[in-house]
């Protein structure tokens, strides 16, 4: 029996703090060695001359740079990621009815809405640092109608699609937590 647990031990990215999700893990995992660095040991260990490794690791360190340098002036089209079924759906209003309705919102709604969904209960005990601090910019950006990060697009779309009477299901290991710190949908304290 192989008893394995996968990290990110800088969580999903630069928005993620790993330790205000699963802060026990990261106690431990912020005392381990990374695996790189054990390998890397490992293959000195073996005989392998460190001047080889630090090659290997420059020439991908390039690698990557170059394709992050290209990906700032590649274009794409659109249609080459559509496909025939999406196709068929948006042209075809006739046999989807409902499924296309119109459900955007005007402003006057998106901020009433948006008040009701970035305000954290008064009472009941304190929140993480970070959770009013997410909430606060949340609040931010509904009052002065500018800078709404996608978390918070997130959650507007959501909540106006329950406010008209539609159905929201999200499923998935993450929906209440958020994959991302800046997605959280349910606080607790």
């Given at each position: ?10 969580g ?26 054990i ?44 496909s025939?079924?999406w196709t ?5 209003k ?5 499924f ?10 998106l ?29 931010k ?32 290991q ?16």
């Open positions: 029996m192989i008893d394995l647990i996968g990290y990110r031990k800088f999903h990215n630069e928005l993620d703090q790993p330790s205000f999700t699963q802060p026990l893990m990261y106690k431990v995992v912020n005392k381990m060695t990374p695996v790189r660095d390998y890397r040991a490992q293959l000195i260990q073996e005989g392998i001359p460190e001047e080889k490794l630090k090659a290997i690791e420059v020439a991908a360190n390039l690698k990557m740079e170059e394709a992050y340098v290209k990906s700032k002036t590649l274009k794409f089209n659109k249609e080459d990621w559509g025939d079924h068929a759906i948006k042209a075809n006739d046999k989807y009815g409902d296309l309705n119109d459900t955007g919102v005007n402003i006057d709604k901020t009433e809405i948006g008040h009701k969904i970035t305000k954290l209960p008064e009472e009941g005990g304190k929140f993480h640092p970070q959770i009013v601090k997410i909430f606060q910019a949340r609040q950006s509904i009052e002065e109608k500018k800078g709404v990060d996608w978390g918070t697009a997130e959650a507007l779309a959501f909540a106006t699609l329950i406010d008209q009477g539609y159905h929201v299901r999200l499923s998935g993450d929906v209440e937590r958020g994959t991302f710190s800046h997605r959280h949908a349910h606080v607790f304290y």
